[in-house]
Structures are given as structure tokens and as C-alpha cells.
């Protein structure tokens, strides 16, 4: 799946999205107005005094009052959500699961993220259980891979195999990698602003009806009568703007499903899975049920629909008929004449092949493969290590700790002063830390991020503090410590401070065209020294520019202004700069372990994936 034609697409969507809300609220407008003038016709009791359906100034203050309301609601429940998928799970009934839990179901979750983040090359997001939940389902929430979410249902980590789960991790992984979630939390933002004018209407509703039984004087009557009326017209009105917004959502959600269905499948190379778990959705009593309160207003998140579709319901359903999702997965399926798995059991056995490996039966797929390949080459210890608070501190310490002897001991000090807890268990492990190959420090690092991100605020500020200390120690900066210090700002700091997106400036890759060959020209010299003008030809060809010679030379530094540059162009330059370094990378025939750190501080830096091929390598 193309992440930037996605990203195109959401764009588009939003546009229309708010094309159909402007007329939605116009509507709600309209309605309530009319409303309140055929009351206030009704009410006149002055047959001498005629009362016009035409009233300018009441129009206005509907106006005003409804895209008030709307855009307030909107905004408030836009900014509860600001802190990403987070807010989201708890809200539907999650619990976090510790990256260090023994759980054999929940490790098995786990290691399924895990290995579905290196695949898609972003970090591991948090994952949440909604133990309460007994359907299969699952979500991804947020705004970003930065602050994304997780969610499976008991049901779903009960009642999955392996390949099922992966199918289904992988169809949400594909609602990050393809930015689906920053539309789908702007959904949740707009519904609850229209949803808000039928909550005042049962205020103005109750107070109308109460105020009835304290007072029965005329005056009294008359304002509770105008109380009474605004609330039912508001209650009704807003409903009709639910209506429509459902509408919109549902017709939005629709198709990314089977596209999300296809990415699982590009994603794992197994069919079997997703097709799998939709066969157990579908065979299920429950199905993909969520009992939640909240569950309604999240629909669009969720892999299968949250609650049960009637012939009316159908109108309103977030996903397509699990029959067709199934059939475009098997083009031979057959619902009369195939049974639906769910009734049959999983085995335990079944359930958690793979814990300790991470292997699945199928995990084939080049990303997946060398995911599965990346993780069964660390040591099961320091694994164990990356998932602990303390012990995830204490990799990052040790894969910056310099391998020169003079430097180590001033590094070893810093680290004592400030981390006891890692200092200790960075001497027991450093060494083993140390001698991990070089091509597997960044997927090791990567596995630390949720650990990382359960520190308390001032343990993160002597961290970030201690990680500044060991990388300038030597006086230099090299690539590894370049790639790690971008993922601890993007992935770690965004669970402690809010991380904005950098606002597209650049619309012309004429714009950034200087910021695009100083990072070309470094990914060449890193490359195969002897080829540096061909690879740096190679980039620069899919990019359009003629330029026959790389610079001389060219610093981290130069590279890192170069990125803060390149954040803010607009997607389309983003992807033809990426296409770019691929081809740089891949003139020589290989990808080298230090392409590979640079590429990964570039895609953490302008936010976007990692390659595929870039991935896999």
C-alpha cells in the first residue's frame, strides 16, 4: 500500500468530509430556525399582530448559536483527544499491558506488535486489552505513529490463533502506516459537536418538565412552554445532524476496511489469517460486539462493526458485510455452503505458537521475514531486558556507550549518578549489549520505545539528559547515535510532551531541492565509497535534477538542518525524496547497516514509514 497516495486520499476525504459537514450544520440551521418560528407562530396569541416566517435577526442568533455550539463541541472533544490513541482505549475500557507482562496471551499480543512495527518500520505503539469485551475486535487509534493505540478485545486474544491475530494486527497497522487515524479522530471531534446540540435539548427538555411541577403561573408556564419547545426542537434537530454525520462516516469507513483487508494480506503474505479471523467473526454469537458506552462513537475504529446491523442498521454500518470482506479475500468462498469458524475452539497450543520465537507458521512477506529474522537474532535476556523500565533505560546506555576504553569510564560514571537502577543492570549486561551486531542495535532500540515510554517525567528528563551526556562524550556524533536521538525525540518525548507536525510550507520541490541533495550526498558517502557519485546520480535522477557531482563533504549537522527542512514539504516532495534515497541506497546492489540508520533517522524526521525494502534490509 502507498503511504503518501494515502495520505493524498485522506487529505481528499477531508476535504469532502467537511464539504458534507458544512451542509449537515446548514442544515441543522435551517431546520431549527423554521422550528422556532413555527412555535413562535403558534404561541402568538395576538390575532392582530401577524408573526412573519421570515425573521432576519433570528436567523442570526441561530446562526451563531449553532455554529457555536457545533464548533465549541467539536473543538473540546478535538483537544480530550490530543493526546492520541491513548485517551481512546481508556475511554473504550482498555488497560495498558505492560511490555514487560508474563502473560502468555497477552506476550504473545505482544511480540505480534512488536514484530508487525519493525515490519511496517514505526515504532512500537502502545497496546491495550479491553478485558470486559467477549467479540472479536480490535482498533487503532491517534493522530499519529507517534501517540498510536492498540486495542484487542479479550474475545479477539481468547478465540484468535496466531495468524489470525497477526491478520488482524496487521489490517490496524495498515490504519497507521496509511494515516487513516487522524481522519477517524476528527470524525469522533465533529460527531460529538452535533451530538452536543441533542444534549442541550434534554437539559432544556428536563428543566422544562421540572420547572412545570414547581410554579403553575401563567408567566412561568409560558417560558417553561418556549423551554420545553427549543429543547425538542434542538433534541430533534441534532439528531437529524447525527443522522448525516453517520452517514459520512459510514461511507468513509467502508472502503479503507477492504483496503485495510488487502494491506493485512501484503503485510504478512498469508490470506489464511485475516480471512481466518473474519471466519470466526462471522460464526461467532457475539461477533465482533463491543458493549462499551463509547463503542457507538468509535465505530469507525474498529476492525469488525461494534454492534449488531438490522435491516435499518445496515444504512449506518461503519464496515462492509463480513461476507464480502470475506469474499474479496476468497473469491471461492461460499456462506451457504462454508461454515463459519467461530463456534470452533482455538487450542492454547494454537494460541501461543510462536511466544518465545515470534515466528509464525506464515509470517512469510520480505518485511515480516526479516522482522521475524531481526528479533529470533537477539538474545532472548536482552529482549526480556527491553521490555523492563529500567532494563530499556539501560540498553540505550549501553548501545551509545563508546567502544573506545578511554571514554567509557566518564560514560559509566554519568550514568551511575544519574540511573543507579540502569547503571546496575548496565554492568551485568553491557557486555552483552556491546556485542550485538551492529545491524540489529536500531530493531533492539525500537523494542525499548514502549518501556521508554512508562518512565515518570523526571525520570525521562535525567534520560534524555544521560543520552546527551554518553553521545557527546567522544566529541563526535556518528550515524547510530544520529538515528537514535530522532527516535527518542519523536517516539519517546511524544508520551511527555506534545510533539506538533511541522505545517507544510514547501509545495515545490524546487523549494527544498538543496535540503534533498546534502542528505543524498551523505547517504552516498556512507554507502560504497568508490560509487558515491553514482549512487548520489541515482537519487538525484528520480528526483528530476541533473547534478552531476555530490558536495565534497557533508556533517550530520548539515543533514539534521537538512531534515527540519525537508519535515515541512508537502507530501507528494516527501515521497519522491524517499523514492530518491531508495535509489541512492540500492545503486550499489545492497543496503549497507549504515544507509539503513541514516534512512531511519530520515523517515523518523520527516514522519514518515520506512521503506518496505528499506525495512526488510
Not at 127 to 137: A, P, W
Not at 342 to 354: I, L, Q
Not at 435 to 450: D, E, G, M, N, Q
Request: include cysteine; glycine fraction near 8%; charge should be neutral.
Amino acid at each position: 500500500m502507498d503511504f503518501f497516495a494515502h495520505q493524498e486520499q485522506a487529505r481528499k476525504r477531508t476535504s469532502r468530509l467537511v464539504v458534507f459537514y458544512g451542509l449537515a450544520v446548514a442544515g441543522i440551521i435551517a431546520a431549527l430556525y423554521f422550528a422556532l418560528a413555527i412555535v413562535l407562530m403558534v404561541a402568538n396569541d395576538d390575532p392582530e399582530q401577524i408573526v412573519s416566517l421570515w425573521q432576519p435577526e433570528m436567523l442570526g442568533v441561530v446562526c451563531l448559536s449553532v455554529l457555536s455550539v457545533v464548533l465549541v463541541g467539536s473543538w473540546i472533544k478535538t483537544m480530550q483527544l490530543a493526546k492520541g490513541g491513548s485517551v481512546v482505549a481508556e475511554s473504550l475500557g482498555g488497560r495498558l499491558l505492560s511490555p514487560a507482562t508474563h502473560d502468555a496471551d497477552e506476550r504473545r499480543l505482544l511480540n505480534v506488535v512488536e514484530e508487525m512495527a519493525l515490519a511496517a518500520g514505526i515504532a512500537v505503539p502502545q497496546v491495550y486489552l479491553l478485558d470486559e469485551e467477549r467479540g472479536i475486535n480490535a482498533f487503532a487509534a491517534g493522530f499519529t505513529p507517534r501517540d498510536a493505540a492498540i486495542g484487542v478485545t479479550r474475545g479477539g486474544l481468547e478465540q484468535l490463533s496466531r495468524d489470525e491475530l497477526q491478520g488482524v494486527i496487521a489490517h490496524e497497522f495498515s490504519h497507521i502506516v496509511n494515516g487513516d487515524m487522524r481522519l477517524n479522530i476528527r470524525l469522533m471531534g465533529i460527531l460529538f459537536g452535533i451530538l452536543l446540540l441533542t444534549v442541550i435539548g434534554r437539559v432544556l427538555l428536563r428543566l422544562a418538565f421540572s420547572g412545570g411541577r414547581r410554579s403553575r403561573s401563567s408567566k412561568r408556564d409560558g417560558i417553561e412552554y418556549l423551554f420545553g419547545a427549543a429543547g425538542l426542537a434542538l433534541f430533534i434537530v441534532g439528531y437529524i445532524g447525527v443522522f448525516f454525520a453517520n452517514l459520512i462516516k459510514s461511507a468513509i469507513s467502508r472502503q479503507r476496511e477492504f483496503l485495510s483487508d488487502a494491506a493485512a494480506v501484503q503485510y504478512t503474505r498469508n490470506p489464511s489469517g485475516i480471512h481466518g479471523a473474519l471466519m470466526r467473526i462471522g460464526g461467532l454469537s457475539l461477533g465482533a460486539r463491543v458493549s462499551n458506552p463509547h463503542a457507538d462513537e468509535a465505530s469507525h475504529l474498529f476492525f469488525g462493526q461494534v454492534g449488531h446491523v438490522g435491516f435499518m442498521a445496515s444504512l449506518f454500518a461503519t464496515h462492509p458485510p463480513l461476507k464480502e470482506r470475506i469474499q474479496r479475500l476468497d473469491p471461492a468462498f461460499n456462506p451457504d455452503v462454508v461454515r463459519l469458524a467461530g463456534s470452533v475452539p482455538v487450542a492454547r497450543a494454537a494460541r501461543t505458537a510462536g511466544v518465545s520465537s515470534f515466528a509464525g507458521d506464515h509470517a512469510g512477506g520480505a518485511n515480516m521475514g526479516a522482522a521475524t529474522q531481526a528479533i529470533g537474532g537477539i538474545p532472548a535476556a536482552l529482549l526480556d531486558l527491553a521490555h523492563d523500565a529500567a532494563g530499556a533505560r539501560s540498553v540505550i546506555y549501553g548501545l551509545l556507550r563508546s567502544a573506545e576504553a578511554p571514554f567509557q569510564p566518564q560514560q559509566m560514571q554519568a550514568v551511575a549518578d544519574g540511573d543507579p537502577e540502569s547503571a546496575a543492570l548496565l554492568n551485568v549486561w553491557g557486555h552483552r549489549i556491546a556485542s550485538l551486531p551492529r545491524a540489529l542495535r536500531i530493531p533492539l532500540a525500537t523494542l525499548a520505545v514502549p518501556a521508554l515510554r512508562t518512565m515518570q517525567p523526571a525520570q525521562y528528563q535525567t534520560f534524555r539528559r544521560l543520552v546527551k551526556a554518553l553521545t557527546e562524550a567522544d566529541q563526535q556524533i556518528d550515524l547510530f547515535e544520529f538515528a537514535i536521538s530522532h527516535m527518542i525525540l519523536r517516539h519517546v518525548e511524544s508520551a511527555f510532551a506534545r510533539i506538533d507536525k511541522a505545517p507544510v510550507r514547501y509545495h515545490r520541490l524546487e523549494d527544498v531541492q538543496g535540503a534533498c541533495s546534502t542528505v543524498l550526498a551523505g547517504m552516498a558517502a556512507w554507502g560504497m565509497p568508490n560509487l558515491t557519485t553514482a549512487c548520489y546520480q541515482a537519487g538525484m535522477e528520480v528526483l528530476g535534477t541533473v547534478d552531476a557531482t555530490p558536495v565534497a563533504s557533508v556533517t550530520l549537522a548539515d543533514i539534521a538542518a537538512a531534515l527540519n527542512m525537508l519535515a515541512a514539504a508537502a507530501p507528494p516532495i516527501k515521497r519522491r525524496f524517499i523514492n530518491a534515497c531508495m535509489a541512492c541506497i540500492l545503486a550499489d546492489g545492497s543496503v549497507e547497516v549504515e544507509q539503513g540508520e541514516l534512512l531511519r533517522a530520515v523517515a523518523d524526521a520527516i514522519d514518515v514509514p520506512m521503506p518496505p525494502m528499506a525495512a526488510a534490509a
